[in-house]
């Protein structure tokens, strides 16, 4: 069987945390946290047992943080967002996040107890980069000799060897929480915004870093070094961030997730990646990145250039967009056909229906708050319409809806990063970290077991490698083929996936309407698709009725 890479988002402050009560914006003592050895080989199996081949450990890198250890000073307030603060705002590169350690003074080697618990299963492990923005306490207690800035001339804005962009003047950074006049306070945030008064929705607790090109003169980064150049004629930031991934790779670490790669030169991907699998040809490398950011310091499309500087994947935000507005504002489902034609789409972009930055699909002030059943529907298409790789986030399979207030994040339909909590959903699959759902209502139970079985179905050969044929440019007359009375173009969508080797195909059907079809569908099969499959179908495929919601799968006979 072809194994298609599919990536389970594990954020390890809430995944294993099962404390019920909840204070808002409380602290780690008040809210609890999950640990490193609170993932089990039980719950490592039970992930991989749904067909997971990768586990994303979100937010492990040590960050800006208000809770203090040994040896680790608590940051300043003003420098915080949230009590737990931002996994993506890194105090130390070399690091793990001290919360998540059940002795904290021998926080590396839980961690690395984890990995090898993944890997004695087979799973490969991935761990955040984050190379645009550290935080503005950032320092290395491991590799302090890989400080950033400590070399830097601060007098400039750029200069092709500082690791900062530089404020002119000395002035005191004011902050939304009030005055900074400490240490690299006068450094452009991580947002590029270069201001002693950054706002609310500037990521004002970061600051950007400087990969010997200054980004505002454009995008232009051709004089920038090729990917074979030396460790002595590349920047400085290049050579601190490829021991950094050194690093992680030498400690096991199998690939790593590329917050925000489309705001750094492509030159530099082409290099890093080009060294990381010189240590390791199989090192995963997976790139958040946004074509339609301003910020992307490409003039091509951002999401083909990652590509070809070697990820293995990109976030494909805008098929997730899409489906998102069909559901939201009513556009018709055949307008999904668009994706069908993109090959890089298809085969290459990385496919999700949730992840920590955007809204859970049960939460009531999004996906017109139709509940967690709308999720089926949406990660089937998302994930069924071809083979590329795809992510789950942690408790979508049971129904998060992310929604109540939490601290800094408010009530955005989102499960806070910034703050100590736990998903109340998943703490009952975790039960007191048995992880078998003991706690899980009926209709939870469900859920999850649709998840187990849709997540286990795309490693089969017609999903894991096949082509895909849509069906409902060939069903528009079909009067079997509507839901609650709605035409065609704005409820139901189907289409086939084949796979030539193993000549096994599937025919999938998805309600996006919340009101279910009738006591019969009939979906047609054009002459086409036999064409395209060189192989005999009968004319049409009878299907009993689909629920609201409802996904419907049916293996076909060749």
Not at 9 to 25: A, G, I
Request: charged content about 25%; overall charge negative; proline content about 3%.
């Amino acid at each position: 069987m072809s194994v298609r890479v599919s990536i389970y988002q594990l954020f390890v402050r809430h995944f294993s945390n099962t404390r019920e009560q909840q204070v808002v914006d409380g602290t780690i003592e008040q809210n609890g946290c999950g640990k490193f050895a609170e993932i089990t080989e039980k719950a490592l199996r039970e992930i991989q047992s749904m067909g997971f081949t990768h586990i994303w450990f979100t937010g492990v890198l040590e960050q800006a943080s208000s809770t203090c250890y040994p040896g680790i000073e608590a940051d300043e307030a003003v420098l915080m967002k949230g009590k737990a603060g931002s996994p993506y705002a890194i105090r130390d590169y070399f690091d793990v996040c001290a919360d998540y350690a059940v002795d904290p003074e021998n926080r590396i080697e839980e961690f690395s107890d984890l990995l090898d618990r993944c890997h004695e299963l087979g799973i490969k492990t991935l761990i955040d980069f984050v190379p645009n923005h550290v935080a503005r306490s950032y320092h290395s207690d491991i590799q302090p000799d890989l400080n950033f800035g400590e070399s830097d001339d601060v007098g400039r804005f750029f200069a092709w060897n500082n690791n900062f962009f530089y404020l002119a003047g000395d002035g005191v950074m004011e902050l939304p929480g009030g005055e900074f006049s400490g240490e690299g306070a006068g450094r452009v945030t991580g947002n590029n915004a270069a201001t002693w008064q950054p706002s609310l929705s500037d990521w004002y607790e970061t600051v950007k870093l400087n990969y010997g090109h200054d980004y505002t003169t454009g995008r232009d980064t051709h004089c920038l070094p090729e990917a074979e150049a030396h460790l002595d004629e590349v920047p400085d930031t290049w050579v601190k961030m490829d021991a950094i991934l050194s690093y992680w790779q030498e400690l096991g670490v199998d690939g790593f997730r590329c917050d925000m790669a489309h705001m750094v030169p492509m030159e530099f991907w082409a290099w890093v990646i080009r060294r990381a699998r010189l240590r390791d040809s199989h090192c995963y490398f997976m790139a958040e990145a946004y074509d339609g950011d301003p910020a992307k310091l490409t003039h091509e499309n951002v999401l083909e250039s990652l590509l070809k500087q070697g990820f293995d994947t990109v976030y494909d935000g805008d098929s997730y967009e899409l489906v998102k507005e069909v559901v939201e504002h009513g556009r018709g489902v055949t307008e999904l056909d668009a994706l069908l034609w993109a090959p890089d789409r298809l085969n290459r972009m990385l496919r999700y229906a949730e992840n920590h930055d955007e809204v859970r699909l049960a939460s009531r002030h999004h996906w017109r708050g139709q509940g967690a059943s709308l999720g089926k529907v949406v990660m089937a298409f998302l994930t069924g319409v071809g083979p590329s790789p795809y992510m789950l986030y942690n408790g979508q399979e049971v129904g998060e809806c992310g929604d109540g207030v939490e601290g800094f994040a408010g009530d955005d339909g989102r499960s806070s990063i910034f703050d100590y909590g736990h998903l109340p959903r998943l703490a009952k699959w975790v039960n007191e970290w048995h992880y078998d759902g003991g706690k899980l209502a009926v209709e939870e139970h469900a859920l999850r077991a649709w998840y187990v079985e849709w997540c286990q179905l795309l490693q089969e050969p017609a999903f894991a490698r096949g082509g895909v044929y849509g069906l409902n440019s060939a069903n528009m007359e079909n009067s079997t083929y509507r839901a609650g009375g709605e035409a065609i173009a704005q409820s139901v969508y189907a289409f086939v996936r084949h796979d030539r080797e193993s000549d096994e195909a599937f025919l999938v059907v998805l309600n996006f309407s919340e009101a279910a079809c009738g006591d019969e569908i009939e979906v047609w099969l054009p002459e086409g698709l036999g064409v395209w499959m060189d192989a005999e179908l009968a004319p049409r495929v009878l299907l009993g009725g689909l629920e609201g919601y409802g996904v419907a799968v049916v293996q076909l006979t060749l």
